[in-house]
């Protein structure tokens, strides 16, 4: 069985994320949940995919939920399409993995 610490690998740029957004949903729920066939975090947002809302409502989430700053998190790849990586700067893969576990298996 997968787990979510498929979605996270360490690289010299810092920690990549993998993540599947939908956009347009009724609430920005962050993580929703794994998904073991994309191998990567789902995440909802209420911002829709046009005029890049949906990319700024991700990005800003994530630097809430880690507790980083905006500057922290970049998006790598995914600008549009669903599927997305994001890098995280000034955290550890522990760290990461640590505060997706309180959500994803308690």
């Not at 997968?2 to 740029?13: F, G, L, V």
């Not at 995440?43 to 980083?68: C, H, P, S, W, Y």
Request: with cysteine.
């Amino acid at each position: 069985m997968t787990s979510y610490k498929d979605a996270i690998k360490a690289s010299k740029q810092g920690i990549l994320l993998r993540l599947h957004v939908i956009p347009g949903s009724a609430q920005t729920v962050f993580p929703a949940t794994y998904n073991q066939w994309r191998t990567s975090i789902e995440m909802k947002v209420q911002g829709q995919a046009k005029d890049n809302n949906a990319n700024t409502e991700v990005l800003e989430t994530i630097a809430r939920f880690f507790k980083l700053t905006s500057n922290e998190v970049t998006l790598l790849s995914g600008e549009k399409n669903r599927q997305k990586t994001v890098c995280l700067k000034n955290i550890t893969s522990n760290a990461v993995e640590g505060k997706l576990k309180e959500y994803l298996d308690g």
